[in-house]
């Protein structure tokens, strides 16, 4: 396992959800321990659908905020903004060459959002598995921490590296999905057949990591339940099952413990202790983000630092890609 690479991006285009935290985030914690990390704010990928700039931007900066307040220690990982590093979209276009409209039009991801933003499905859209192929390509990942949805993307961008391998020789490492079993199947509190997500338009199906204790709490609350008053995991009970799962996974404890803890309570009780778990566990990473986005001159130095180490890497990666594919690159 020494020496691996590993590489994922959360992308800045919503507030952040626990589904993400437990899912994305604190898992990176432990990877960063035993790897070469590198974590990226995909604001590349971000644009394919339309974002405000300023939010945009703005929300950018929270992220990296973020991931340093959740434990992300910006001296053993590269932590950067992906539009910082040129070579990304430099590698998008050499890998576009290599990857066919036909299976970019069959990608799961890109049939959801055409339908969900009909009136601008547009050519980063349809190209975004390409562009996730070269960030990941780009560092030689063996490892891509990512959640269920994103397992799709993954595999394309291996049967990308390997196509650019046969083609042209040895060039990329072909990399690996590492699916996150804890929290990986968070689902929205009001529909917990759905995954919980940052662009769902009821604001009450996700909690998001900026909401206030009250908020969070009142969420809950009016989480989807059922009809009858057994707290306990089962196929028929997704919105119980759910909770529990949610409650699990911010206390540490098994989802047996959790059941044993409830039994014979309400679910109005129930509600209440997961809610307000999740608020004392979040308190101190909210605090620690409004600390670290007041000190800018922090913030930024650790980006440019990030954005250096990358930008190193991938210099050296697209000098070989250029030179396989024949490009003039001077003396
Ligand atoms: N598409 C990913 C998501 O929405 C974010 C992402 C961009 C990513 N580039 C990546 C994840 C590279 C892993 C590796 O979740």
Redo the contacts with the bound molecule.
């Keep these: 396992m020494e020496g691996k690479t590993v590489?994922?991006?959360?992308?800045p285009?919503g507030d952040l959800t626990i589904g993400n935290y437990v899912g994305?985030i604190r898992n990176w914690l432990t990877l960063q321990e035993e790897y070469d990390c590198y974590f990226?704010m995909?604001n590349m990928?971000a644009i394919t659908v339309r974002q405000d700039p300023a939010e945009l931007r703005r929300r950018t900066l929270s992220l990296a905020a973020l991931y340093i307040a959740c434990g992300i220690d910006p001296e053993k990982c590269a932590l950067y903004v992906?539009s910082q590093v040129p070579q990304h979209a430099e590698l998008m276009w050499v890998l576009n060459t290599v990857t066919y409209v036909g299976e970019m039009e069959r990608m799961t991801?890109f049939k959801d959002k055409s339908r969900k933003h009909a009136d601008n499905i547009n050519m980063g859209l349809m190209d975004?598995p390409v562009?996730?192929a070269a960030?990941?390509l780009l560092f030689k990942?063996d490892l891509?921490?990512?959640?269920q949805?994103?397992t799709q993307?993954?595999e394309i961008?291996r049967d990308i590296a390997i196509r650019f391998n046969n083609r042209f020789g040895e060039t990329f490492t072909v990399p690996k999905a590492l699916i996150m079993k804890q929290g990986a199947k968070i689902a929205s509190l009001q529909d917990p057949a759905k995954k919980m997500s940052k662009s769902d338009e009821n604001p009450n199906a996700s909690v998001f990591l900026t909401d206030d204790r009250d908020t969070i709490i009142r969420k809950f609350k009016r989480a989807v339940t059922d009809s009858d008053d057994r707290i306990v995991v089962s196929e028929d009970k997704p919105g119980i099952s759910n909770l529990l799962a949610i409650y699990a996974s911010f206390t540490g404890k098994t989802t047996e413990e959790c059941e044993k803890e409830f039994e014979g309570r309400g679910y109005g009780e129930f509600k209440l202790a997961v809610g307000e778990t999740v608020a004392d566990k979040l308190a101190p990473v909210q605090e620690e983000q409004k600390r670290i986005l007041s000190d800018k001159t922090y913030l930024h130095g650790v980006l440019a630092s990030g954005a250096e180490r990358a930008f190193k890497v991938a210099r050296k990666t697209i000098s070989k890609v250029y030179r396989k594919v024949g490009f003039y690159q001077g003396e």
């Design positions: 590489y994922s991006a959360i992308q285009s994305s990226a995909a990928h992906q991801q975004y562009l996730m960030d990941i990942a891509v921490p990512v959640g949805d994103q993307h993954v961008a």
